[in-house]
């Protein structure tokens, strides 16, 4: 039976768990869990991850949520993954774990609540609040920082120094990437001082091409709408109106 992915490809961890299966011909069917329409709280996707967030994944009768150990499952449940993915090796697995782990309470909580607070929030029934997504970003930034001056400081293109990818490089790599739904000058405040992030993100992407592009292109749709948004809705529109904007049809 083939394996199949519930996603949606707003939600970042789902993108790099879609590049994943993608780039090591891993065949899957991908099951569209539409976040905007409130989809992750069916009681029959409950039966699959029943604390009701995407990604998840169904192998026959094996059911998995959590996008990191569902990476590492496929990495080593899956013929022909190559091994810089996730390596044998003992040592490199635990500094990629160290690097996931670090990523969960750091990164991720920067960026996704940077994101939620300053604009997705109206979508799941929430107002927007300046204040934490002012302390996110603090996070974010000092995040970015870290991994600039912890992981990227040797002559690799990846983390941990390598020249070749891993599953860690592809989680953190799809975080980021969810800034661009900021507008430009929010963007270039936050990612602009950080030069060897952005080679970084650019060799995630090339390493992973097509796939990459094609995995985000909703999340270009959805930056598009959020220009266009911001050059005709008046403050106080605003949030009715990215609610709106995101439901019609990505
Ligand atoms: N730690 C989880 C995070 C999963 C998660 O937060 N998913 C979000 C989308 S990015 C979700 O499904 N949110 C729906 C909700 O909270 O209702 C992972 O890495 O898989």
Known sequence: MKLKVYAYRISQPCRAVIIFCKVNGIDFEEIR???FKGQQLSPEFKEINPFQKVPAIVDGRFKLFESHA???YLACSFPGVADHWYPADVSRRAKIHSVLDWHHSNLRQGAAGLILNSLLAPVFGLPLDPQAAAKSEKLLSLSLSKIES???KGNGRFLLGGFQ???ADLSLVCEILQLELLD???HSRILGPHKKVQQWIEDTRNATRP???EAHDMLYKAKAKFQLLRS???NGERESSI???LLSKM
């Open 33 to 35: 869990v539409d976040l």
């Open 70 to 72: 569902i990476l590492i």
């Open 150 to 152: 912890i992981w990227l």
């Open 165 to 167: 990818p891993s599953i």
């Open 184 to 186: 430009e000058k929010d």
């Open 211 to 213: 796939h990459f592009d």
């Open 232 to 234: 005709v809705a008046a």
């Open 243 to 245: 609610k709106k904007v």
